[in-house]
């Protein structure tokens, strides 16, 4: 049966009143998007898992920020580097008064089944890394990549692994090519190598590169969004992520 043009057109704006009423609030019910670091994806998979109407975004920090500040629906942002926190602030995205301090976490140089650790990060990784590739997240875009960068730059490894190094999407991508062996090393935080049971880990000082603190920023100032704020910043969740190997960054 052939339709008519009005009867197509009633079609379509039926169509079109379904697709409004599914996007509106009493469906939506206060959705919470929370974007954060991809180091975080186990612990807040876990700890978003008990809160209804939220969904958990993971990804590189530089990634998400660039999502959000072409506006991807985020309410609140946990990035791993203040650095992009600072950039959407300066973009107008985040209010300065509605980012505070999170997370604290450590470094360390992770080998993969049966490579060898070596006894300091320095010299004798340098021996090491002329046979086996080092993985880091791509420190135009990763934070656990720029703070890598900074430690092999202290120690003086940087210029001639810089061409070799492995760039990877995220700091957990740089954990799974060294559990699966295609590359010998990685560094990635200690909270990610905590989750692992098939990689070594040796703490990288954290001397040799700017402290590794995670902000949280409220984007959209909504009692719903608020309440997930509020529970992350709480007991329960500060306990998770402690179980998870970070360490509660005070407010300053």
Known sequence: MRLSVPRIAAIALAAAVIWVLDQSPSSAQDRVRVFAA???TQPLTEILSAMPNVDGIYASSG??????Q????ADIYVSAHPRWTDHLVTHGVVTPGNVTPFLRNALVLVAGPDMPLPDAFGNDLAGLLTEHRLAIGDPDH???GQYA???LTAVGLWSSLEGNAVR???VRAV???VERGAVGYGIVYESDSVASQSVARLRIPDALHDPILYTIALLRDTPAARTVLDALKGADSQATLSRYGFTIAPVE
Request: aromatic content about 4%; proline content about 8%; glycine content about 4%.
């Open 142 to 144: 990763v934070p656990a």
């Open 175 to 177: 954990l799974a090519y």
């Open 70 to 73: 072409a506006g991807a629906p």
């Open 38 to 40: 991809a180091s975080l």
């Open 168 to 170: 990877a999407t995220s």
């Open 63 to 68: 990634t998400l920020a660039r999502q959000i």
């Open 149 to 151: 960068r900074q430690a």
